[in-house]
């Protein structure tokens, strides 16, 4: 059975950095691409980062193109996302998730992350 | 950034009926459009991918059908444990992008 369970999640000040980690399990990890996805309070689904099988490439929202990082370590079947410069229209719940890279097949709980003062 | 429209936002429903929902895209996305059902409180699942090709475990009154800018999701027999919202996305180019959701309240 795949398993996504996310972690990190916290209050934060805005312009502070939060990581959040995927742990993943139940499938072969290095042998799919990883994303990120989010959702505000009440809003709809926002697609955030995709990450390649090795993680040569990755692929970001201009909205966190240079403030966020998605990475994973293949031997630890971790998924990253270090979140710099936060502000409080990154408030949301971040999900980890898996498919073929165009779709998302897999989703994690997701977890919340609030910037506020 | 392709641009998905979903309709209705709200649709209002009768156990056992057959409905469709609507999703339309500002630019082709070849078959490259995907569904998910969102409970409350709840991840969201994969319902159909491609447009039209069904996953497994969801139940088989789920379908879909479209290519290009006009995709359909309907559901054969509304059943209770159906009212949820459902979102339209697509994986053709980046950014991906997601409709607004439609959401199934019971009439």
């Known amino acids: 059975e795949v398993q996504l369970v996310e972690s990190g999640g916290v209050l934060v000040q805005p312009g502070r950095s939060m990581k959040l980690s995927c742990a993943a399990s139940?499938?072969?990890?290095?042998?799919?691409?990883m994303a990120w996805v989010r959702q505000a309070p009440t809003k709809g689904l926002e697609w955030v980062a995709t990450i390649s099988t090795s993680g040569g490439s990755t692929y970001y929202r201009d909205s966190v193109k240079g403030r966020f990082t998605i990475s994973r370590d293949n031997a630890k079947s971790t998924l990253y996302l270090q979140m710099d410069s936060l502000r409080s229209e990154d408030t949301a719940t971040y999900y980890c998730?898996?498919?073929?890279?165009?779709?998302?097949?897999?989703w994690g709980q997701g977890v919340m992350v609030t910037v506020s003062s | 950034d392709v641009v998905l429209t979903q309709s209705p936002a709200t649709l209002s429903v009768t156990p056992g009926e057959r409905i469709s929902l609507s999703c339309r895209a500002s630019e082709s996305v070849d078959t490259y459009l995907h569904w998910y059902q969102q409970k409350p409180n709840e991840s969201p699942r994969l319902l159909i991918k491609y447009a039209s090709q069904s996953i497994s475990g969801i139940p088989s009154r789920f379908s879909g059908s479209g290519s290009g800018t006009d995709f359909t999701l309907s559901i054969n027999g509304v059943e209770l444990e159906d009212l949820s919202i459902y979102y339209c996305q697509q994986g053709n180019s980046l950014p991906y992008t997601f409709g607004a959701g439609t959401k199934l309240e019971l009439k």
């Open positions: 139940g499938f072969t990890f290095s042998s799919f691409p």
């Open positions: 998730t898996t498919g073929d890279g165009y779709d998302f097949d897999y």
